[in-house]
């Protein structure tokens, strides 16, 4: 029995892992599409796209920190990754100026968050 209830535990964390996936999915189409509304910089639109992906991995490290969920914590780590392989790769190459300023300022920001969210708790 308690094998089932962990099975079905597990289920429903997927479950909410693909919800989440799905909500952040459509989340950055929208940020795109507002910054493309109201803004013509491609440094505004790339900031957007970089902030949701911070908002995602913060997000899911605060929950599987609050909730103890493993898959939410890998699904952390991962998102906190591809903003950092995006910041390093094409935003350093891409934008200028205040554009850039940001997007590291960002990163760091994220990178400070997600590991006081990963340290062990102590208590």
Do not use: C, E, Y
């Amino acid at each position: 029995r308690a094998h089932g209830a962990v099975r079905r535990s597990s289920g429903r964390h997927v479950a909410a892992a693909l919800s989440l996936a799905i909500a952040s999915v459509s989340l950055l189409a929208t940020v795109d599409l507002g910054a493309r509304t109201l803004l013509t910089s491609a440094g505004a639109l790339a900031l957007g796209r970089d902030l949701t992906l911070s908002i995602l991995a913060l997000g899911l490290l605060a929950t599987a920190r609050a909730r103890s969920l493993p898959l939410f914590r890998i699904l952390g780590i991962i998102a906190a990754g591809v903003l950092a392989a995006k910041v390093l790769l094409w935003d350093l190459s891409g934008l200028h100026g205040g554009a850039l300023l940001g997007a590291v300022s960002l990163l760091g920001l994220t990178a400070t968050a997600a590991s006081l969210l990963l340290r062990k708790r102590t208590d």
